[in-house]
């Protein structure tokens, strides 16, 4: 951490040095989770996987109940049921709860990967917009709010509505 720190100290006092004092050094920053969250696009995206969420919750209760119904029949009847009897019952809760599980998972890595698919697609967009306005504004530097270890920067340097705006109007067409 002390060596990364050091680093960019480094980096910025060499940028420093290199820009002639008659220019200054435009630097700005952008938070990306905020525009992948509050953005148009990230909305909508995220009440897609909720409503998909939701759906397969309704289905999982069904799955649910019906294994409760499974398990409370069997403790009804294991008084009068064989050996056998018992062990074909349980194998097949067995098996019903191991498909229910299975399914569970499958469902939970489906959300994982939609999450992650519009990430990406969401992230290539927004690195192009703020690749294009940093060069239209003559940007020196942009960084990553969140990730790049800022803690303060003085006045308003912060373009993550900007980047936000032109994201919904690009996404949303």
Same mark, same amino acid.
């Given at each position: 951490?002390?060596?990364?720190?050091?680093?960019?100290?480094?980096?910025?006092?060499?940028?420093?040095?290199?820009?002639?004092?008659?220019?200054?050094?435009?630097?700005?920053?952008?938070?990306?989770?905020?525009?992948?969250?509050?953005?148009?696009?990230?909305?909508?995206?995220?009440?897609?996987?909720?409503?998909?969420?939701?759906?397969?919750?309704?289905?999982?209760?069904?799955?649910?109940? &019906?294994?409760?119904?499974?398990?409370?029949?069997?403790?009804?009847?294991?008084?009068?049921?064989?050996?056998?009897?018992?062990?074909?019952?349980?194998?097949?809760?067995?098996?019903?709860?191991?498909?229910?599980?299975?399914?569970?998972?499958?469902?939970?890595?489906?959300?994982?990967?939609?999450?992650?698919?519009?990430?990406?697609? &969401?992230?290539?967009?927004?690195?192009?917009?703020?690749?294009?306005?940093?060069?239209?504004?003559?940007?020196? %530097? %942009?960084?990553?709010?969140?990730?790049?270890?800022?803690?303060?920067?003085?006045?308003?340097? +912060?373009?993550?509505?900007?980047?936000?705006?032109?994201? +919904?109007?690009?996404?949303?067409?």
């Amino acid at each position: 951490m002390k060596r990364s720190l050091v680093l960019m100290g480094m980096c910025f006092t060499l940028l420093a040095t290199q820009v002639p004092a008659a220019e200054t050094f435009n630097y700005v920053y952008v938070d990306l989770q905020s525009i992948l969250q509050q953005s148009k696009a990230g909305k909508k995206e995220k009440d897609k996987i909720t409503k998909f969420i939701k759906k397969r919750q309704v289905e999982f209760k069904k799955e649910e109940k &019906a294994l409760e119904a499974m398990q409370k029949k069997y403790e009804k009847d294991k008084l009068t049921l064989s050996k056998s009897q018992k062990q074909k019952r349980q194998k097949a809760f067995q098996e019903k709860l191991k498909a229910y599980r299975k399914k569970a998972a499958e469902s939970e890595q489906e959300v994982k990967r939609k999450e992650a698919a519009y990430a990406n697609k &969401a992230l290539y967009e927004i690195q192009n917009i703020v690749e294009k306005m940093a060069k239209d504004k003559k940007y020196d %530097v %942009v960084v990553e709010k969140t990730q790049s270890g800022l803690l303060y920067v003085a006045g308003n340097k +912060d373009i993550t509505k900007e980047v936000m705006e032109v994201f +919904d109007k690009k996404f949303t067409n």
